[in-house]
């Protein structure tokens, strides 16, 4: 074959390609189809179509591979990062390739990888390792792929702008490497199956301007959405269909932010204020979670599709909510907005279903029990202004800070316990009718230095 007598009598100082970059596209000419008609009736496979050649020295040699969209069917063959030392670019998406991925270990000049929109079934164990200059990898849509995990070797290199592995069946926890892509502009991880908390580290990709986290099968991913507000470049954030809980946080540092996509979560507490501020928000969604507090209001001349469905405002219409239901949102809110009180503590009405209330005939509260629910947090001023209040029982959880002074207004108490918990401080001062039990609180100060022993009474 021509090719071949080319191989043998050029190596050094011609324009043609020789060696493994040549036997490999050989080999890949015969395991695509349709190949490209260049090449077969062209004998310098640097004039082949979809073929990019570069020099190194003498010689000419594979830069860039691209065989976008060209309806491609097959199997690569193994030994591609055996062969093409140079390539910088390998771009072979929406096709129908299959079979497995072959290794790109060790190519350290490959800048973008694009393989998305295919079939392919495996990738290989280390098939990213050692590349260094990699900018983008993209495998989104390879739906077939077996599962895997998210490469935790991606790193010691640092110019990744833009990684895409979405729909691809990707599974597990994520490492806790995301410090290695300070210049990470794009992240799709969106329909996976990914699961557990975001590792520590994902709060530095602070330039990510797309984050894409949507849609993880069985259970998704879990934890706060706190690192939101350090992604001060976000343009769109999307983290539907996961197990995401507490509050959303404060985003008024997002200015750029246009979609914020956060329904199908366990998210609570109250919607902050400053989000219906983000001057270009064009799209929210926030639907079916375990969201409370005021119905927010956005400005419809801006964000014009707005999905707040499924949560637990106190009105089904923008506005403030019962004095009480504010009260009561704001003891949550310093226990973290915990999920178990978010289940039932929604509507308006305190009297109405709310675990762990008790309320007079006349709808006054009278009793608070929240004994042993693992809370955490602190004990919040606002209980100070439930009046009626006359037993409070906060025992046996991990309640840290001090006994509030507000508490000593609520002039009906008769018990407050706050028992086994991490509390510290000095107890306030209340009155002799009270039954409180502070035990086993470590470091809490039962005695002021300067005042006169108050009658502490123990049970
Ligand atoms: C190679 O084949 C293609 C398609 O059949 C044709 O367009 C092209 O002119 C041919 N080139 C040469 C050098 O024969
Ligand atoms: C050029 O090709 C020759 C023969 O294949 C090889 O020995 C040499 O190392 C190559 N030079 C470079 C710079 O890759
Ligand atoms: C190519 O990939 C294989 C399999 O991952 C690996 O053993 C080999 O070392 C790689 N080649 C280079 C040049 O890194
Ligand atoms: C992907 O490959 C599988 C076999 O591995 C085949 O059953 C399926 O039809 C292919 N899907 C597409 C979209 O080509
Ligand atoms: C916004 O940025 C400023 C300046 O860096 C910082 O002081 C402030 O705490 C940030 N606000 C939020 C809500 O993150
Ligand atoms: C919303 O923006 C207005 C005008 O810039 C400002 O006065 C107000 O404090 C902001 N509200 C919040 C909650 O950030
Ligand atoms: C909504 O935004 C538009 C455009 O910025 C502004 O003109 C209008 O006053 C805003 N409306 C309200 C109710 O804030
Ligand atoms: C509004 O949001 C829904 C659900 O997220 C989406 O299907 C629809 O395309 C969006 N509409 C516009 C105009 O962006
Ligand atoms: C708020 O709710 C409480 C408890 O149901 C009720 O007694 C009170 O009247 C309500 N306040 C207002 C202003 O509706
Ligand atoms: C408070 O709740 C705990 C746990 O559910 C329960 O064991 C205890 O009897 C309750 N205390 C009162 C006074 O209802
Ligand atoms: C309190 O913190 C612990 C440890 O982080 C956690 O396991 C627990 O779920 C938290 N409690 C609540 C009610 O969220
Ligand atoms: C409850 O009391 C706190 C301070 O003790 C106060 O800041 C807060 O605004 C009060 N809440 C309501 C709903 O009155």
Redesign the pocket.
Known sequence: MFWKCALSTNNNNNNEIVGDEAAYLMKLRDAISPAPPTWFNVTNMCDWSHVICSTVGNNRSVEEINLNSMSLKGTLPSGLNNSFPYLRRLILNKNSLTGPLPSLAGLSNLREVVLSDNNFTSIPHGCFQDLYSLERLSLYSNANLSPWTFPAYLTGFSGLVKLNLADTNLMGILPDIFASFPDLLILNLYGNSLTGLLPKSFVQLINLQYLNLGDQEHGGLSGTIEFLSSMTRLDSASLERNSFQGPIPDLSNCTYLQDL?L?DNRLTGEVPPSLMNLSML??V?LENNFLQGPMPFFNTTIT??I?IEGNGFCLDHPGPCNHTVTTLLQIAQAFGYPLLLARTWRGNNPCKGWSFITCDIQGKIRTINLTKLNLNGTISPAFGNLTDLRELYLSRNGLKGSIPGSLTSLSQLRILDVSNNNLSGIIPIFSPKMVLNSANNALLLKHSPSRTTPLWIKF
């Open positions: 996509i329904g064009e799209e969604s014009k599709n999905s």
